[in-house]
DNA sequence: GCACTTTTCTGAACACGTTCAGCTTTGTAG
DNA sequence: CTACAAAGCTGAACGTGTTCAGAAAAGTGC
């Protein structure tokens, strides 16, 4: 027999979240049981709560994988774009994009990630690498852009803030009963719109006030 | 025996929910049980859901008590003041109010009401009468103020804007960690200090424009 | 090879919301 | 009062995620 590079323990882990998060996609979050797991594997009930927390943990997994996904997709295209509204777009629409297999049951997985208790939720520490990506992300978008006259203090307090309009985008898209979600990019295009129209406003010193307090306001979301 | 003015099903049906409410009040949504109201009130086990389609529309039934309390605190103060801004913030702190009381179980209540096949998510057939409740106040906050000089475009687009606000609000409180939710006062604070310093220049054409499309997006949320 | 420890796994048990065939109570028509 | 129908209620059964005492397997020191 080969000789374990890595314990068993560690193989076994691999594969339960192999399994699951193949089921996660074919079936979604609700006829994801850790039974039909268990079984699949040849496995008894209690393993994956042996190697994962919860069911919630698993899903976590998951959670990462697409924001990897996210980042995979979207950065070979941000290198031929310089203009910011664009670079925006290929962010938010690249993250749309991964997010839309999921869509059918996009519902149970939201409710299994709202609780703040549950590690899924997005302020959560366990789902701080998956955030990190996002707003890595949108920082990249943001600082990588030609000089736009967007005074400094705006552009600093972009990024998180385009990460939080980026989760309630997310939001909205759950609930989106329109054909390929047409709706929810419809938003997003006006969305940018309307900021690459704001955006210049803010060299006016009258407006420059308010547009920052508007980003803090948003920015205090996060802690 | 006394005759009954209802039907004896109609006094099983409000004695279940005065259970529930009282114990969801109490204990939360994952510690109120079927089970132990069924107990508590002498019944079988499955009678609750001969009342009730399912646990989650007995919180539906919390949710409009919750709503009509909003409404019945809002209402007397808002009869004092004509200032917009003024009469938002009563509306808004008002709510915060009625919700204060479930803080501690607020995330159990929000994952179960956020799938939308739920009867609990606010965009659902179910809970309409609650959020009408809510529409309501925001129109009565609006149109019960003294003219402001806000354009009256945008006056029409305010309430159902304020409404997803308000829902955002809340979904800020839930996750809010800080002592007697300060930082969610706070937010309301400067939101409505921001709303307040850019709704009057909405009379200005350049950003009367911006500002429309701003609330027209917001709008899109609901349709 | 043997004794011992640590890691990994097992599967019965628990409490939960929900279902539903059938039982009991209430209401109604003659 | 008697049949019959409708409404109300019962409780065992199901499938779920999770727990945990203990069995089995893998690893370790001598």
Redo the contacts with the bound molecule.
């Keep these: 027999m080969p000789k374990?590079r890595e314990?068993?323990?560690?193989?076994?882990?691999q594969r339960i979240r192999a399994a699951a998060l193949h089921s996660f996609r074919e079936n979604g979050y609700?006829?994801?049981?850790?039974?039909?797991i268990?079984d699949e594997l040849?496995?008894?009930?209690?393993?994956?709560?042996?190697?994962?927390?919860?069911?919630?943990h698993l899903v976590q997994e998951l959670y990462l994988d697409v924001q990897e996904a996210h980042r995979a997709a979207a950065d070979p295209q941000l290198a031929g774009e310089t203009r910011l509204i664009e670079r925006l777009r290929i962010v938010y629409s690249a993250g749309l994009d991964q997010l839309e297999p999921y869509h059918a049951h996009a519902g149970e997985f939201l409710s299994a990630a709202v609780s703040p208790r549950s590690p899924l939720n997005p302020l959560s520490a366990e789902s701080a690498p998956a955030m990190a990506i996002t707003l890595g992300l949108f920082t990249e978008a943001v600082e990588g852009a030609a000089a736009s006259g967007v005074p400094d203090d705006i552009r600093r307090l972009l990024p998180r803030a385009l990460v939080v309009s980026y989760l309630l985008l997310a939001l909205f898209w759950v609930y989106d009963p329109s054909d390929d979600r047409r709706r929810t990019r419809r938003l997003l295009d006006r969305g940018l719109k309307l900021l690459g129209g704001v955006l210049p406003l803010a060299r006016l010193p009258l407006l420059r006030g308010t547009l920052r307090d508007l980003l803090s306001l948003v920015d205090e979301v996060r802690t």
Aim: proline share 3%; aromatic share 6%; no cysteine.
């Design positions: 374990p314990t068993k323990g560690e193989r076994t882990r609700d006829a994801t049981t850790i039974r039909a268990a040849g496995l008894s009930v209690g393993v994956t709560n042996y190697h994962f927390a919860s069911k919630n």
